[in-house]
Every structure is written in C-alpha cells, then in structure tokens.
C-alpha cells in the first residue's frame, strides 16, 4: 500500500473525528456559558428550616407527603446538581435510546439547565432568567432545534415546578404556591411567578409519596396538552425522601405516550 493511499484513508478517518470533537468542545463550552450565568442567579435560604406546624391547613394529603418526605429543622434547598441515566424518544413514534444526563437547579429565583446526551446529539433544556429554551445539536455539530418563546417559557417553568419533588422544601407553601384541596388522595398545586400562573394535579400514595403529576403544557411552540410526569423509586438523600425515577408521558387524543425514563444515580442539595 502507497504512501498516499494510507495517507488519504487516515484522513477519511480522523477528518469526521475531528470534527465531532472540535463541535464537542464547542456544544461544551457554550453549556458552561449557561451554568455560569444561571448559577450567578442562584439566592442563599438564609438559615431557613421546614417546621411541621407550616402544614396547618395544608390538605390532608400534602400534610402526609411533607411529613413523610421531610424532617423537622430541615433546611430549605438553594441549589441542585444531579446526574442521571435512563432511556428517551426524540419524537413518540422513534424507538427508545440510551440517555445520559446532568442538571443544575436553582431555586429561590427559579432556574435550571439540563444536558443529554446520546451517540448521536446532545441537548440543552433550560429556563434561566425568565426564558425557556431547547437547543439540539446533531453529531455535537448541527444545530437541528432552536426552540424558544412564550410556550417554551410556560413548559420549561411547569419542568422546574414538577421537579421540584427531588428538593421538596420548594413545594412548601409560599407567597407564590399554594395548595388546594381536591380529594383524600389529590390536590392541586398552583405557583405563581412573574406573569404566569401554574398549576399541576398532584395525586399521592397512603404512605404519602407524590406518584404523579399532571399538567397541560404547550408541546414545543404547538397546542397546549395533557403532560403527566410518574415517579418511584423513593430513597432518603440528605434526610429528604425523593423519588429516585421519573417517566413523562404526553396524553393525547389516542393515549398516552412516553417518551423519557431517568433514574437518578448522583445528587447534591446546597
């Protein structure tokens, strides 16, 4: 074999690698960009504790979940980092791919900024200062979707507000959440921020443990639709009981669909 032959099939080789390496670094150092500038917004608790008699008036079934979930003198949550693995689908009707994941969450001003990534794309979901956004990029190089706006903004914020259950002291009642009655094993969850009012349908177990919620949240920038999030697998992390899985699923008119499976194998609550 010549020299130029060997020489042109390495660069067949090394050119493609190149340049999935070169957009890596690239995705990689925009996604610190995002970390830096949502974690500059991230509020300190100042000292504040969870106390049981904060449930007065709460529904029965909330009172059950934060009793079971938290313990008393529990400091409230800042800050969030976890990392996860699972399965997902890049619309309903693909089959299921292997999924690795990592999340920043910031709570008194709300934020967050997730990662995927799979052999073949990488994604960035977000809300950070008040902006929802998802970026997609093929191969770490295409940028294939570049969604954001005021839907993105409404079902980036209901993603934060739903996954709160992984730092529970931010389902506690606020100025901006309260809880409503609805029946011994549901209750409705409305939170407010800046000009948007958000609720969810939270159902629970007898021992107290949210298993579901439930929303209507814009499907990208299309209609709004029945979005449903489960959750099990609970486990005591930092003497807070969390669920360790998640699985969304879209409702629609033919069933539902689901389309994300993530267990949670790392987290740290400032």
Known sequence: MNKVLIITILTILLVPCLIYFAGSCLVANQIRDEVRRLQSSVEPQQAKTYHEDQLQGLPEPVQRYFKYSLQNGQPYISSVYLKHDGQFKTALDRNWIPIKG??????????????????LFTVWDAFISGKGEIKVFLLNLFKVVD??????????????????????????????????????????????????????????????????????????????????GRVSDYEEVNGMKIPMRIEAFWKLSDGEHSYAQFTIRDIHHN
């Not at 910031?106 to 799979?118: A, M, N, V």
């Not at 606020?174 to 409503?180: A, D, E, I, K, V």
């Open 147 to 228: 969604g954001e706006g005021p839907e993105y903004d409404q079902g980036e914020l209901l993603r934060w507000l739903g996954e709160s259950v992984w730092f529970p002291t931010n389902l506690l009642p606020s100025t901006r959440l309260q809880w409503t009655a609805i029946n011994g094993d549901e209750a409705k969850l409305t939170f407010h921020y800046k000009d948007q009012i958000l609720n969810y349908k939270v159902s629970f177990n007898e021992k107290g443990e949210i298993t579901q919620l439930e929303t209507q949240r814009y499907m990208g920038n299309e209609n709004l639709e029945t979005w449903i």
């Open 102 to 119: 990592e999340q920043h969450f910031t709570i008194e001003k709300p934020g967050f900024l997730w990662k995927g990534r799979t052999l």
